[in-house]
């Protein structure tokens, strides 16, 4: 039986029609697998294994094309659902970035055009917006993706350290060279480069880089010898590279070489329609990962973590629900909060350390809601304080349903057993881990 001469095919151009071609001829030999040898299986195997990659690079090639003009009506002119459906029918690796605001989406499609390319791509935006997520999914889309992501640190490094890190060194280069080294340029070869916090890069550090993107060579610290990198380089910084450049600190034409394709990330309190969605996935996380029920929110607490301004941004967001599954079990409450962010007791809102500001209901509507869920809360506590923390006493007493006042108890994250006599109630910072 004849078996596909990969050889033959070596080199030729990409088309569809030659790969249909191929996938037929393997399904007609496909046909007679039962009586083939082990070694015509093996072949078949290897076959599958370059037409799945070739598929792979017309994808890249097909997703580039389509991508750069192909459609009839501006991406961002479609309802944003339909822009996400869109990049993962043109099978776009999204590497866990979510989300459906416009500003992301631009960035998610800039990101798309850009990674089949070898352009520099430089992203910022502020701390935790997911800046090196985005280097990922440029890497994870590009062609270079079987190939080195290499991510380095210009802010985590010595200065006196960074050529050697970046470039590597011949042995004897500087005390303490005991070895010839190899840089992160020179791992990163055929793959990506990830230059994380670029603004800290040192000038004597930033003319070296430059060198590199103009000639494609490194020299190691040492050594006169030139060494060839093909590269991808994404950089990334929290810091307004502009106004580097004004004050003298970063070097105008590295900014222009850099910046080819410049993607910004927004900050998460101009996305703030994402709220639930992050919440609810990092409820689900941090459960997963602690091995317990995702944790629910008071409403006092909801209310709070769909308002709060995020400075840390999704990280951030993130962090707080690892605390609070952490924390507080299955329901949180403000109290679970770290004390820097929490906000003050009604009332005390405004208060001069400014926190209340963070948590300001956004409508009135909102406004009213959480003061009618503080007058429940203390009503509540009141009650079961009288009554010696017995739900059935307080339920005759206030004409109430029994398991409507559990089910107010439990939305409140109130323990009746708390307020039994004999046992002082919990200060409101203690009162949910005390009932957890
Ligand atoms: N759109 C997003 N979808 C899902 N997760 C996100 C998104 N943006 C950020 N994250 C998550 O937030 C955290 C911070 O992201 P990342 O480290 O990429 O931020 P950064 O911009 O590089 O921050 P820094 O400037 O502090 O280095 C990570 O856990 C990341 O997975
Ligand atoms: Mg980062």
């Keep these: 039986m004849k078996i596909l001469d990969q050889e033959a095919d070596t ?24 009586r083939l040898e082990r070694r015509d299986i093996e072949k078949l195997l290897a076959q599958a294994g370059s ?19 192909g459609e009839s009506l501006p991406a961002q ?30 960035a998610l499609e800039v990101a798309e055009k850009a990674a089949p390319t070898d352009l ?8 935790g917006t997911g800046k090196e997520l985005m280097a990922k999914v440029i890497h994870a889309n590009g062609a270079r993706s079987d190939k080195p992501y290499i991510s380095v640190n210009c802010g985590a490094i010595p200065d006196t350290l960074i050529e050697s890190e970046l470039f590597g060194h011949r042995r004897g280069a500087f005390t303490g060279a005991a070895t010839d080294r190899k840089g992160k340029f020179e791992s990163a070869h055929r793959g990506t480069i990830f230059l994380d916090e670029i603004g800290e890069l040192p ?15 490194i020299q190691r610290v040492g050594s006169d010898e030139p060494i060839a990198v093909d590269c991808r380089i994404v950089a990334a910084t929290n810091k307004n590279l502009r106004k580097l450049i004004a004050e003298g600190s970063f070097r105008e034409d590295l900014f222009y070489r850099l910046s080819v394709i410049h993607l910004t990330l927004p900050p998460l309190r101009e996305r703030k329609d994402e709220i639930p969605l992050l919440l609810a996935y ?26 709060y301004a995020y400075p840390g941004n999704v990280r951030e967001l993130r962090n707080l629900l690892y605390r609070l599954s952490c924390l507080a079990g299955e329901l949180a409450d403000v109290a679970h909060l770290p004390e820097d962010i929490r ?14 500001a963070a948590s300001l209901p956004s409508s009135l509507g909102e406004a009213k809601r959480a003061a009618s869920d503080e007058a429940e809360r203390a009503f509540l506590e009141r009650g079961l304080k009288e009554v010696g923390g017995s739900v059935s006493e307080l339920a005759r007493r206030c004409d109430m349903n029994r398991s409507h006042l559990q089910m107010l108890l ?3 994250g109130i323990h009746s057993k708390d307020f039994r006599v004999g046992k002082p109630p919990p200060a409101d910072g203690a009162r949910q881990q005390a009932a957890h």
Excluded: C
């Excluded at 002119?77 to 631009?106: C, H, I, T, Y």
């Excluded at 000038?203 to 060579?217: A, I, Y």
């Design 51 to 69: 037409l799945r990659d070739e598929v792979m690079q017309l994808s890249h090639k097909e997703r580039f094309l389509r991508a750069a003009g």
């Design 11 to 34: 080199g030729s151009a990409l088309s569809t029609a030659r790969l249909l071609e191929k996938i037929e001829i393997m399904r007609s030999m496909l046909r007679w697998a039962a």
């Design 343 to 356: 906000p003050r007791p009604l009332g005390l809102a405004d208060g001069a350390d400014g926190r209340g």
């Design 282 to 307: 990092y409820a689900d996380e941090a459960a997963e990962a602690l091995k317990r029920p995702p944790v629910k929110f008071t409403p006092r607490l909801r209310s709070f973590l769909l308002n």
């Design 120 to 127: 520099p791509v430089l992203i910022d935006g502020e701390s």
């Design 77 to 106: 002119q479609l309802p944003a659902g339909e822009r996400r459906r869109q990049l993962l029918a043109r099978s776009f690796v999204f590497e866990g970035v979510f989300g459906d605001n416009p500003k992301l989406l631009d």
């Design 203 to 217: 000038l004597p550090g930033q003319v070296k880089l430059l060198r590199v993107l103009q000639s494609h060579e």
């Design 410 to 412: 439990k939305k409140h």
